[in-house]
């Protein structure tokens, strides 16, 4: 067997060791990122000199993968499973470009860089910023808001940046800082970075090209972007020029989404600007629809109640199930997650969810901004230890039913353990009307319709 198995191979061996079913719809999806897998992972074929004089051939462009499907169906699931298993140490690092780069440019000779492993050097394998610029930090303390991204943030995932530890397979080169890169994100935080980066480069001529180029510099090879959702103008304006630049460069989307592209922003002001976004996955990814009839989201959660009481020892061991059962992982105990530059400690987050302490989300300076955040960027929020509230803690008490208000608005799935029943939580007077609203809707988040609707993050 390969020292990193396709897609595929990890999914069987999942299924083997009974983490998750085989479910043969997912299986186009998993031979898509198969696909990925090799070709991203093949030396691309020597060019006799005609080829080298010609410069990069579009025929080597890698198609990427737009992913699309109703919630639950494995979609996040299958991209994680293709972007953990990528390998850095092979990972081909040359796109083609939109015409050759002189040769005797800061890259030095372009022939050399259309070889296999041997692509232009650049700088000490440095990570970048939003804005294009090096930033040699490591992987874990880059942005500012990286704590809220679950699991995967990093460019190059995994790989120390400023001194990559050499990872030593038999047989195998040590990374090469000339390899690619790969990075997996979320959409939303994708496109509050580029907005981020442009005004960094305000008063450019180009800004866009400049930061995507930036990106190619520091070797960025695959894009793999969670949940492709288009609402807002500002990001509908410059998708189109943004994806241009990308596919130019070579870097190869992998992306997932709850709609098709031809539905993508689809009641949208100015949608006639988004159109060449579109046409441009569409041109430049494979687009495929994972036609799934298991919700396997409402399935775990359906599984068992998603509301515990009262509060006891068993309370605790009971979220973790929970957690565990509804796909959370240990990667990210106690992490904590960053909003607007405040952290919140957590029990722990991964891809969609977040477990809270009571305490934590309603006991101190939080808002509705860092509700809001919450509810955008998790479909599955755990709260442990809600108390029942009497007059004494009608601070945290308001802010609970804040946060049950955000959560609520936009249908995330709350899994709790509380001291008391919904109507029984709130003792205290002056909130009791507010709290009315609070206990009728936890008692709907607890049903199955909701549960089953489509999270608006
Ligand atoms: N074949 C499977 N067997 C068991 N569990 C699965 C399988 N595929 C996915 N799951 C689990 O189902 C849950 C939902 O999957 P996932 O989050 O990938 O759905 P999604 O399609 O990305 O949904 P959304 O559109 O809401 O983001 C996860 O906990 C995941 O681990
Ligand atoms: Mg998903």
């Not at 009974?18 to 990925?36: M, V």
């Not at 009971?318 to 992982?329: F, I, K, S, V, Y």
């Not at 960027?377 to 804040?402: I, N």
Request: hydrophobic content about 35%.
């Amino acid at each position: 067997m390969s020292a990193w198995p396709l897609p595929s191979q990890r999914y069987a061996d999942g299924v083997a060791r009974g983490d998750w079913q085989d479910d043969p719809a997912q299986h186009p999806a998993l031979a898509e990122l198969d696909r990925l897998h090799r070709a991203l992972t093949t030396p691309p074929p020597r060019r006799g000199m005609l080829g080298r004089l010609l410069g990069a051939d579009p025929a080597e462009a890698i198609p990427g993968l737009y992913l699309w499907g109703g919630v639950g169906r494995g979609k996040t699931f299958m991209i994680d499973l293709f972007h953990d298993g990528l390998p850095l140490e092979v990972l081909r690092a040359e796109g083609p470009t939109e015409a050759p780069l002189p040769s005797h440019g800061r890259g030095g000779d372009r022939s050399q860089g259309e070889r296999w492993g041997e692509g232009e050097p650049t700088a000490e394998p440095a990570l970048i910023r939003p804005s294009g610029t090096f930033h040699p930090e490591g992987a874990q303390s880059r942005h500012a808001g990286e704590g809220t991204e679950p699991r995967h943030t990093g460019w190059g995932e995994g790989e120390p940046a400023a001194k990559p530890a050499p990872i030593r397979r038999p047989g195998i080169a040590p990374p090469d800082p000339k390899l690619g890169r790969k990075r997996r994100t979320h959409f939303h935080r994708f496109m509050r970075e580029v907005h981020e980066a442009l005004r960094a480069h305000a008063g450019e001529r180009d800004p866009l090209a400049a930061i995507v180029r930036g990106w190619r510099e520091a070797r960025l090879r695959v894009l793999v972007l969670d949940e492709f959702f288009v609402s807002d103008i500002g990001d509908a304006m410059l998708l189109a020029r943004l994806l241009e630049r990308m596919f130019a460069e070579g870097i190869v989307l992998v992306t997932t989404s709850n709609a098709a592209p031809q539905d993508l922003y689809r009641d949208g002001l100015q949608r006639a600007r988004f159109l060449p976004a579109i046409a441009l996955i569409e041109r430049h990814c494979h687009v495929l629809y994972l036609e799934s009839d298991t919700d396997y989201r409402l399935r775990a959660l359906t599984r068992s109640p998603v509301y515990r009481s009262p509060l006891d020892a068993q309370s605790d061991p009971w979220l973790d199930t929970r957690w565990h059962e509804l796909g959370g992982d240990d990667a990210h105990r106690d992490a904590g997650i960053e909003v607007d530059g405040r952290r919140i400690p957590v029990r722990a987050r991964c891809t969609g969810m977040v477990w809270f302490d009571f305490d934590a989300l309603c006991e101190g300076p939080r808002g509705a901004s860092d509700y809001i955040h919450i509810a955008t960027e998790f479909h599955t929020v755990l709260v442990g230890g809600v108390p029942v509230m009497d007059g004494h803690r009608d601070d945290a008490a308001r802010r609970f039913v804040t946060l049950i208000d955000e959560l609520y608005d936009r249908s995330v799935n709350l899994v709790c353990t509380a001291d008391a029943e919904p109507p029984l939580l709130y003792a205290g007077e002056r909130l009791a009307g507010a709290f009315e609203r609070t206990a009728s809707r936890l008692i709907e988040m607890r049903s199955a319709e909701y549960l089953l609707r489509e999270h608006r993050g």
